[in-house]
């Protein structure tokens, strides 16, 4: 027994005692020295409880601490009785049981390995050993209180291994054995048995190859092998099992699978031993069964004089081949289906020729669900096709083994049909709305206003199109065509002519006639038969002018208006846009009247209405001694310079803000009298003042004198021959103022004749002549 402590400071020595807790065995006593920390403890009594103290001492004998434990000793040693090896990796040992051992150690030993394997009795088992190998064998017996010294030790040598077995089968009546050599053997053992049977069959040999013949073919043999040594001892043995190729099955039938999916079902019987079953074709398709006696081979292809045949299988590889049977399948689809259309409405279907085929059935469908049909040996099948639809076309091609499942559809959609309906309306002068009705099968219109090489195209989706920026009276081919995706357009739409509107004429001039009427001067940018309206619009009315020339007559326009005159052209495609318009101000209107007033005997106030659309006046009077004029914006001039007893004609030119004129003439004038120079008074007889004086101008119809004294006033009137007029004084007097005025013949006398005042001699004088005072002019009031 082993007892370890901690070292205790003082301690001189240590003393352990060991004490047996249930017999009467001495005590059993050891001493280490003080520097120590573990001891052990001999003789103890194996597989026996001790109760162990421990005492601390120091050098003078004194016990410093203890401390006591209770302990097991190992058990006894057991012996080995007999050690042998069954398999080429272990030893089986026998030994004798130990009482108070609760499990075992088993020691197997080399120059060069060790092992120890914990066993719960005899006999033990040591693994993991090397073949043909000398050990040393020993076993220990184990306790709570530990292990025991090995047991005497026993030699034993390890058998060879068994030979490692392949197996195959290369026919379904044999089974073929190979292995490669086992070190150290000299001899090996075959033992063949088949399953479910008692009989056997033993070799011995020292091949390494090994062939069974006249088996049973699909049954399973299992084959023991084992190895000997020199010593005659045998080996590990192993167990191969081995089931030999199955028989060739009888196949029954071939047949081709119906619906939609091309392909072949394959019958045969089952044979013994198969773990399933493969069918294969001539062209290297196959299929395999495992539960059933057929399967399908799928897909397959088409049109095909093939043959098929069927394998058994298992473990052991395949059968031979049962004897092929030859099937035929469907006839494949034509590689190429299209339709020819060599003339309109008249549609061919062909296709390409296919192989193993007795007929073809070929079927056209139109999207509006009519369907014909054709059962023909030829290639093609002619059938009507209206324009505008999409027709669905298939064949299907027949032999003994039926039709394809399936077949490809193609489509062709015939061009679409020319539109109906198709009219033309002028929206504007220079753009036409086209419409038609619907076309079946028309994805998109383009419609074409063609003129020589000028070209507008419009392309739309709707059965409508307008057609802009075309020229003005033109007559354009318009053709509507329509189109599809797949088939693309129509070009065999018939055309028709439509025509724009009539060119916007422009006004070139306006020139004035007479007083109120006006031409209008235009050009003609249109065909002959254009029919040209020119308007003119004033403020407060319009009048119309229609020509087929380049020029239009206006002959009542009224005096200072505005208008404004435009002009459009119309033809049987309607009318024009109106050119560019142009004001006419018609020249100002004459005053009603011109009154002519005169002031003095060389001026004149002439006065008058305002004339409409006047804005100034040149006023004139004209005669053969000169002429007077003058230029206002007012309704009245005073015009100087006139020559009395003279007859004037009266003009007026009104003038308007733009400078336009009109003239006016009215009923002449006469200017007054001339008043007569050379007036001079006479005293006469009998109180008698004569009045003198010189007429000037044509004949006078008569004078008017004046004559005025102090609180006195005298008139006489003389005839237009006179050249005096005598006047009865009632009082002399000295001084007179005179004056002579001639009478018009309109009977007006003239008021602007200048007074003159004269110094009168009384009677009795010898003077008689008066003496001028002073000349005095005369208001003009």
Same mark, same amino acid.
């Given at each position: 027994?082993?007892?370890?402590?901690?070292?205790?400071?003082?301690?001189?020595?240590?003393?352990?005692?060991?004490?047996?807790?249930?017999?009467?065995?001495?005590?059993?006593?050891?001493?280490?020295?003080?520097?120590?920390?573990?001891?052990?403890?001999?003789?103890?009594?194996?597989?026996?409880?001790?109760?162990?103290?421990?005492?601390?001492?120091?050098?003078?004998?004194?016990?410093?601490?203890?401390?006591?434990?209770?302990?097991?000793?190992?058990?006894?040693?057991?012996?080995?009785?007999?050690?042998? +090896?069954?398999?080429? =990796? %272990? !030893?089986? /040992?026998?030994?004798?049981? @130990?009482?108070? *051992?609760?499990? #075992?150690? &088993?020691?197997?030993?080399?120059?060069?390995?060790?092992?120890?394997?914990?066993?719960?009795?005899?006999?033990?088992?040591?693994?993991?050993?090397?073949?043909?190998?000398?050990?040393?064998?020993?076993?220990?017996?184990?306790?709570?209180?530990?292990?025991?010294?090995?047991?005497?030790?026993?030699?034993?040598?390890?058998?060879?291994?068994?030979?490692?077995?392949?197996?195959? +089968?290369?026919?379904? =009546? %044999? !089974?073929? /054995?190979?292995?490669?050599? @086992?070190?150290? *053997?000299?001899? #090996?053992? &075959?033992?063949?048995?088949?399953?479910?049977?008692?009989?056997?069959?033993?070799?011995?040999?020292?091949?390494?190859?090994?062939?069974?013949?006249?088996?049973?073919?699909?049954?399973?043999?299992?084959?023991?092998?084992?190895?000997?040594?020199?010593?005659?001892?045998?080996?590990?043995?192993?167990?191969?099992?081995?089931?030999?190729?199955?028989?060739?099955?009888?196949?029954?039938?071939?047949?081709?699978?119906?619906?939609?999916?091309?392909?072949?079902? @394959?019958?045969?019987?089952?044979?013994?031993?198969?773990?399933?079953?493969?069918?294969?074709?001539?062209?290297?398709?196959?299929?395999?069964?495992?539960?059933?006696?057929?399967?399908?081979?799928?897909?397959?292809?088409?049109?095909?004089?093939?043959?098929?045949?069927?394998?058994?299988?298992?473990?052991?590889?395949?059968?031979?081949?049962?004897?092929?049977?030859?099937?035929?399948?469907?006839?494949?689809?034509?590689?190429?289906?299209?339709?020819?259309?060599?003339?309109?409405?008249?549609?061919?279907?062909?296709?390409?020729?296919?192989?193993?085929?007795?007929?073809?059935?070929?079927?056209?469908?139109?999207?509006?669900?009519?369907?014909?049909?054709?059962?023909?040996?030829?290639?093609?099948?002619?059938?009507?096709?209206?324009?505008?639809?999409?027709?669905?076309?298939?064949?299907?091609?027949?032999?003994?083994?039926?039709?394809?499942?399936?077949?490809?559809?193609?489509?062709?959609?015939?061009?679409?049909?020319?539109?109906?309906?198709?009219?033309?309306?002028?929206?504007?002068?220079?753009?036409?709305?086209?419409?038609?009705?619907?076309?079946?099968?028309?994805?998109?219109?383009?419609?074409?206003?063609?003129?020589?090489?000028?070209?507008?195209?419009?392309?739309?989706?709707?059965?409508?199109?307008?057609?802009?920026?075309?020229?003005?009276?033109?007559?354009?081919?318009?053709?509507?065509?329509?189109?599809?995706?797949?088939?693309?357009?129509?070009?065999?739409?018939?055309?028709?002519?439509?025509?724009?509107?009539?060119?916007?004429?422009?006004?070139?001039?306006?020139?004035?006639?007479?007083?109120?009427?006006?031409?209008?001067?235009?050009?003609?940018?249109?065909?002959?038969?254009?029919?040209?309206?020119?308007?003119?619009?004033?403020?407060?009315?319009?009048?119309?002018?229609?020509?087929?020339?380049?020029?239009?007559?206006?002959?009542?326009?009224?005096?200072?208006?505005?208008?404004?005159?435009?002009?459009?052209?119309?033809?049987?495609?309607?009318?024009?846009?109106?050119?560019?318009?142009?004001?006419?101000?018609?020249?100002?209107?004459?005053?009603?009247?011109?009154?002519?007033?005169?002031?003095?005997?060389?001026?004149?106030?002439?006065?008058?209405?305002?004339?409409?659309?006047?804005?100034?006046?040149?006023?004139?009077?004209?005669?053969?001694?000169?002429?007077?004029?003058?230029?206002?914006?007012?309704?009245?001039?005073?015009?100087?310079?006139?020559?009395?007893?003279?007859?004037?004609?009266?003009?007026?030119?009104?003038?308007?803000?733009?400078?336009?004129?009109?003239?006016?003439?009215?009923?002449?004038?006469?200017?007054?009298?001339?008043?007569?120079?050379?007036?001079?008074?006479?005293?006469?007889?009998?109180?008698?003042?004569?009045?003198?004086?010189?007429?000037?101008?044509?004949?006078?119809?008569?004078?008017?004198?004046?004559?005025?004294?102090?609180?006195?006033?005298?008139?006489?009137?003389?005839?237009?021959?006179?050249?005096?007029?005598?006047?009865?004084?009632?009082?002399?007097?000295?001084?007179?103022?005179?004056?002579?005025?001639?009478?018009?013949?309109?009977?007006?006398?003239?008021?602007?004749?200048?007074?003159?005042?004269?110094?009168?001699?009384?009677?009795?004088?010898?003077?008689?002549?008066?003496?001028?005072?002073?000349?005095?002019?005369?208001?003009?009031?």
């Amino acid at each position: 027994m082993t007892v370890q402590w901690s070292g205790l400071s003082g301690a001189g020595s240590y003393r352990i005692t060991a004490t047996p807790k249930y017999s009467s065995v001495n005590p059993v006593f050891a001493q280490f020295a003080g520097n120590t920390v573990m001891g052990s403890l001999n003789s103890l009594s194996p597989n026996t409880v001790y109760t162990v103290q421990l005492e601390a001492i120091d050098n003078a004998f004194n016990v410093l601490s203890s401390a006591k434990t209770e302990e097991t000793t190992a058990p006894d040693i057991p012996s080995i009785t007999q050690a042998y +090896s069954k398999q080429s =990796d %272990s !030893i089986t /040992v026998e030994f004798t049981a @130990v009482s108070g *051992a609760t499990s #075992y150690i &088993l020691r197997a030993e080399t120059d060069d390995f060790f092992s120890e394997t914990p066993v719960s009795g005899s006999p033990g088992t040591v693994l993991d050993l090397q073949p043909y190998t000398d050990y040393q064998l020993s076993v220990m017996s184990v306790n709570a209180g530990g292990r025991s010294q090995p047991s005497e030790v026993v030699g034993a040598k390890t058998v060879v291994p068994g030979p490692r077995i392949n197996t195959t +089968s290369p026919s379904n =009546d %044999s !089974i073929l /054995v190979t292995w490669l050599p @086992v070190e150290n *053997a000299v001899l #090996y053992t &075959l033992c063949i048995i088949m399953e479910g049977s008692s009989t056997r069959h033993k070799l011995n040999t020292t091949d390494t190859a090994v062939t069974f013949g006249d088996l049973q073919a699909g049954a399973t043999y299992c084959i023991k092998g084992a190895a000997w040594d020199a010593e005659g001892r045998t080996g590990d043995d192993l167990t191969v099992c081995q089931i030999t190729r199955p028989s060739s099955p009888n196949l029954i039938d071939v047949q081709v699978t119906p619906g939609r999916s091309l392909g072949i079902v @394959v019958y045969w019987v089952s044979v013994q031993g198969a773990e399933n079953y493969v069918a294969s074709t001539s062209g290297g398709q196959n299929c395999t069964s495992v539960d059933n006696a057929y399967c399908y081979i799928m897909p397959v292809e088409c049109g095909n004089n093939r043959t098929v045949s069927v394998t058994a299988v298992n473990a052991a590889g395949p059968s031979s081949p049962s004897q092929p049977a030859p099937y035929i399948t469907y006839p494949c689809l034509p590689g190429n289906i299209w339709v020819e259309e060599p003339t309109p409405g008249n549609c061919s279907l062909r296709w390409d020729d296919v192989q193993l085929v007795e007929y073809y059935m070929a079927f056209i469908k139109r999207d509006d669900g009519t369907e014909r049909s054709c059962n023909t040996t030829r290639t093609t099948c002619d059938f009507f096709c209206a324009c505008g639809y999409t027709y669905l076309v298939t064949v299907f091609p027949y032999n003994q083994a039926g039709s394809s499942p399936y077949a490809n559809v193609q489509n062709y959609t015939t061009i679409p049909c020319c539109p109906q309906g198709v009219a033309t309306q002028l929206v504007s002068t220079d753009t036409l709305e086209v419409t038609w009705l619907p076309v079946k099968g028309a994805e998109l219109y383009e419609t074409r206003a063609a003129r020589g090489a000028e070209v507008v195209r419009c392309s739309d989706t709707s059965p409508a199109c307008v057609l802009s920026d075309l020229r003005c009276d033109a007559v354009y081919s318009v053709t509507v065509t329509p189109c599809s995706e797949l088939r693309g357009c129509n070009l065999t739409c018939p055309s028709g002519a439509s025509e724009t509107a009539p060119c916007a004429p422009e006004i070139l001039n306006m020139t004035q006639t007479n007083s109120s009427a006006y031409r209008v001067f235009i050009t003609r940018p249109n065909a002959a038969n254009a029919t040209y309206t020119v308007t003119a619009v004033g403020r407060y009315d319009a009048q119309i002018c229609q020509t087929v020339s380049s020029w239009c007559d206006f002959a009542q326009l009224p005096c200072g208006s505005s208008y404004e005159v435009t002009t459009v052209a119309t033809t049987a495609a309607g009318r024009s846009l109106p050119g560019y318009s142009q004001t006419l101000e018609t020249g100002p209107c004459c005053p009603a009247s011109v009154n002519v007033t005169q002031v003095t005997q060389a001026m004149t106030n002439v006065t008058w209405a305002p004339g409409s659309g006047a804005r100034s006046y040149v006023t004139s009077l004209l005669s053969s001694r000169g002429y007077a004029k003058c230029h206002t914006l007012d309704t009245h001039c005073l015009m100087g310079c006139i020559t009395c007893s003279t007859n004037y004609s009266v003009a007026l030119e009104a003038i308007s803000s733009t400078g336009h004129k009109s003239q006016c003439n009215y009923q002449g004038f006469s200017s007054s009298p001339c008043c007569p120079t050379g007036i001079k008074l006479y005293r006469g007889a009998n109180n008698t003042v004569r009045v003198y004086w010189r007429p000037l101008g044509p004949q006078i119809s008569s004078y008017v004198v004046d004559l005025y004294g102090s609180g006195v006033n005298y008139t006489c009137t003389a005839t237009g021959g006179m050249k005096y007029c005598d006047i009865q004084e009632d009082t002399a007097r000295d001084v007179y103022t005179a004056v002579v005025a001639p009478v018009g013949q309109n009977g007006v006398k003239v008021t602007f004749c200048l007074p003159r005042t004269f110094s009168v001699p009384y009677p009795g004088t010898n003077a008689n002549s008066a003496i001028l005072i002073s000349r005095r002019r005369r208001s003009v009031d």
